[in-house]
């Protein structure tokens, strides 16, 4: 049973996949204020000025002007968002195979050499509450992990057979890819079959935050040996019911290593994502 290092208390639950059509809103509720009614003088021919609070109701006794106040009621709607999408980080340039979703690519057959491979992640916000983690789930031939322990993501950095490295955990500050994978293909147990790349919001659950506070998220895959770009998948689905996102899938097909470029949206956090892959979470 592996447990899961905590960025903070109560990030992650164990739930089960959840449909895609089923809603994970925000719900901010409208506020209705109600002012303080408003005052008027009202002249008694007695008693001189007074200041009566008059909330609709007819003054008694003495010379009344007949100005009846009405209670001054303000309605305050939230506040527009801005939809003014802030400027996207700089870029490394690459010149790879832009590919579709589903568009599945032959890695081996670009470099028959290839050995050493780095999966770039990147993301920008429109919500600063957002923290996107990317993580890599390392599956057998049931598509589950062959191992509690062999997905790596920022609490765990390195796999059991040291052919997988993770930058560790990005603020999107700065320029360049938010988090890189570092993958040694020759190092990869024979038991791994498939390495699904995933990201997800921390503490989004909680927090209710969704992919539709994200954008122009992209992966691509570098050859490590010479830095070329091969390979680059932008993501086109941003959807209000969905905290994390499968971005692409590594794996091995008659020897040669293939990219899949997934882009599916799932309503879960990372344990939940656990859960789908068979990692036993610890209570």
């Not at 899938?249 to 293939?258: I, V």
Request: net charge negative.
């Amino acid at each position: 049973m592996f447990d899961i290092p905590m960025k903070t208390s109560g990030a992650m639950s164990s739930d089960s996949l959840l449909s895609l059509n089923q809603t994970a809103s925000a719900g901010l509720p409208n506020n209705n204020i109600g002012a303080a009614p408003m005052q008027q003088n009202n002249y008694n021919a007695q008693q001189g000025f007074q200041n009566n609070m008059n909330y609709g109701q007819p003054q008694q006794g003495g010379f009344n002007s007949g100005m009846v106040a009405q209670p001054m009621q303000n309605n305050f709607q939230q506040p527009m968002q801005n939809t003014q999408p802030p400027a996207p980080k700089e870029r490394p340039k690459g010149n790879g195979v832009h590919l579709k979703k589903g568009q599945k690519i032959s890695l081996s057959q670009m470099n028959p050499q290839l050995s050493q491979i780095q999966v770039c992640l990147g993301w920008d916000i429109l919500n600063q509450a957002c923290d996107l983690d990317a993580s890599a789930f390392m599956l057998g031939a049931d598509n589950k992990v062959v191992g509690d322990d062999w997905f790596v993501f920022y609490g765990q950095p390195t796999s059991p057979d040291g052919s997988i490295t993770h930058s560790g955990d990005s603020d999107g500050s700065g320029v360049g890819d938010d988090e890189v994978i570092t993958i040694d293909l020759k190092k990869i147990s024979p038991n791994v079959q498939k390495i699904a790349f995933v990201v997800t919001i921390n503490e989004a659950l909680e927090k209710h935050l969704n992919f539709s506070m994200v954008q122009n998220a992209y992966v691509r895959v570098v050859d490590k040996s010479d830095n070329k770009e091969l390979v680059k998948f932008m993501l086109t689905d941003y959807f209000a019911t969905v905290t994390s996102m499968v971005v692409g899938e590594l794996y091995n097909k008659g020897g040669q290593w293939r990219f899949n470029p997934v882009g599916n949206g799932f309503a879960e956090d990372l344990a939940g994502l656990c859960g789908v892959y068979g990692v036993n979470v610890a209570d």
